[in-house]
């Protein structure tokens, strides 16, 4: 095992933990724009989330790609192995990388869900708010009234 291929490999394993502490950081800004209720910056939030998955995937892929020179059965547990016999500091990374991951993907299950609750919300409010602006259509497309309670005739009619 080269030296400098581990301190390669180590460089990748740490830009990747870097990159998903900064992507759990976001995911954590909009759980809490969530409850807040604070929708407006989630638009501009989700640009970045977007853009940090990218480099999220390319920085996963890098780290593959140098892992798989060495690993022919690529699997968690032949990295862990791999990682305790060559960089014992590599597979500490390793191990914080994977337990991002986990804490990554809880945060997101849990941003979509609390999406969710509120799309359900907001369909149920525009549902009633429908409901009653057909019991009530008072004024037509064109802004005259259209309501006719059995007389005939249109409300401020005389």
């Known amino acids: 095992m080269n030296q400098n291929h581990i301190t390669e490999l180590l460089g990748a394993l740490t830009a990747e933990r870097i990159a998903l502490r900064k992507f759990i950081n976001l995911l954590e800004q909009e759980q809490g724009l969530l409850i807040e209720n604070n929708t407006d910056p989630l638009l501009e939030l989700a640009e970045q989330k977007s853009a940090q998955a990218v480099s999220l995937n390319e920085l996963a892929e890098s780290r593959r790609s140098l892992l798989q020179k060495n690993i022919p059965a690529f699997t968690a547990e032949t990295i862990h192995a791999w990682l305790e016999t060559h960089s014992a500091e590599g597979l500490a990374v390793w191990q914080e990388i994977r337990a991002l991951a986990g ?11 609390l999406i969710q609750m509120k799309l359900r919300h907001n369909q149920k409010s525009l549902a009633v708010l429908g409901n009653a602006v057909n019991k009530a259509n008072l004024y037509g497309p064109d802004g005259q009234t259209s309501f006719s309670p059995g007389s005939g005739r249109s409300l401020g009619s005389g």
Do not use: H
């Open 103 to 113: 804490r990554a993907q809880q945060i997101n299950n849990t941003n979509g869900e």
